[in-house]
Nanobody, 116 residues
Framework: QVQVVESGGGLVQPGGSLRLSCVVSGSRFAITTMEWYRQAPGKQRERVAAITTEGNTHYAESVKGRFTISRDNAKDTVYLQMNDLKPEDTAVYYC??????????WGQGTQVTVSS
């Protein structure tokens, strides 16, 4: 049974930083793409960042230059370093991963609140 567990969310002031982590366990198959999504109240879930096994990355325009996605393949872990946080970054952040069969798995989410 595959488990995806996020951590690192919390309350931070505008301009602050947070680092999210997502650990995948229980997968019998290699994890390929790892992604971060977020969903703010009353809004659709949106993809924030993605990283392939080779380390190729993609970012939403709204976070380019402020967020950095990285991964540790040996630990099946993906990170999201978030700098210069803004109130509009407030959301529940979810981790989504795919295995090489293109099966995908989601975590339960971690709340990020940016407020003074």
């Amino acid at each position: 049974q595959v488990q995806v567990v996020e951590s690192g969310g919390g309350l931070v002031q505008p301009g602050g930083s947070l680092r999210l982590s997502c650990v995948v366990s229980g997968s019998r198959f290699a994890i390929t793409t790892m992604e971060w999504y977020r969903q703010a109240p009353g809004k659709q879930r949106e993809r924030v960042a993605a990283i392939t096994t080779e380390g190729n990355t993609h970012y939403a325009e709204s976070v380019k230059g402020r967020f950095t996605i990285s991964r540790d393949n040996a630990k099946d872990t993906v990170y999201l370093q978030m700098n210069d946080l803004k109130p509009e970054d407030t959301a529940v952040y979810y981790c989504r991963v795919q295995d090489f069969r293109d099966f995908d798995y989601w975590g339960q989410g971690t709340q990020v609140t940016v407020s003074s």
